[in-house]
T-cell receptor, first 112, second 115 residues
Framework: DAKTTQPPSMDCAEGRAANLPCNHSTISGNEYVYWYRQIHSQGPQYIIHGLKNNETNEMASLIITEDRKSSTLILPHATLRDTAVYYCIVRATSGSARQLTFGSGTQLTVLP | NAGVTQTPKFQVLKTGQSMTLQCAQDMNHEYMSWYRQDPGMGLRLIHYSVGAGITDQGEVPNGYNVSRSTTEDFPLRLLSAAPSQTSVYFC??????????????FGPGTRLTVL
């Protein structure tokens, strides 16, 4: 699985968009970008994933650059409940479930 | 759907005691796993199962046993608790194959303290 780099922390004002970057310059053609988050004391929560096209679901949008070397997770209207550690994970979907490896992630703090 | 449930939420043990952490899911997922998370650290895989009757070791299996007699349940047994096993334990599940295999659902965790 390709290595990812995320800023250790970010702040965002409540109601504004939160843009969380992830660098994955060594990503391979068959590797997907996954985002999970962990709210304090809770289990990790799947947010979104993508291969090369931008993706959107009810929680967030994922923007992947054309060269796939970086991506941005966008929470369009951040709330206090979005305060969490956000993890960017790059891995090839082998077709079989296996261990997730979480790095250190980005601590997002949404400020009132 | 209740998703992934874990019991108990909190547990305090004395060194040498044994106990079982329960995990259940109602999504008919083939894959289930147990992680532990120590303070300020990432998640480490203890054991996993790709289906009923099949289990395998993860990164840190020593001191733990698992079994998978049904698709729904995946209990984790601590054989003889040690203070080093003080941690938060998370159970996770997902579809075993296909594009959804890497979308894993986690339970709320069990906070275990061993004195």
């Amino acid at each position: 699985d390709a290595k990812t780099t995320q800023p250790p922390s970010m702040d965002c004002a409540e109601g504004r968009a939160a843009n969380l970057p992830c660098n994955h310059s060594t990503i391979s053609g068959n590797e997907y970008v996954y985002w999970y988050r962990q709210i304090h004391s809770q289990g990790p929560q799947y947010i979104i994933h993508g291969l090369k096209n931008n993706e959107t679901n009810e929680m967030a949008s994922l923007i992947i650059t054309e060269d796939r070397k970086s991506s941005t997770l966008i929470l369009p209207h951040a709330t206090l409940r979005d305060t969490a550690v956000y993890y960017c994970i790059v891995r090839a979907t082998s077709g079989s479930a296996r261990q997730l490896t979480f790095g250190s992630g980005t601590q997002l703090t949404v400020l009132p | 759907n209740a998703g992934v449930t874990q019991t108990p939420k909190f547990q305090v043990l004395k060194t040498g005691q044994s106990m079982t952490l329960q995990c259940a899911q109602d999504m008919n997922h083939e894959y289930m796993s147990w992680y532990r998370q120590d303070p300020g650290m990432g998640l480490r895989l203890i054991h996993y199962s790709v289906g009923a009757g099949i289990t395998d070791q993860g990164e840190v299996p020593n001191g733990y046993n698992v079994s998978r007699s049904t698709t729904e349940d995946f209990p984790l047994r601590l054989l003889s608790a040690a203070p080093s096993q003080t941690s938060v334990y998370f159970c996770a599940s997902s579809y075993g194959r296909g594009v959804r295999a890497d979308t894993q659902y986690f339970g709320p965790g069990t906070r275990l303290t061993v004195l």
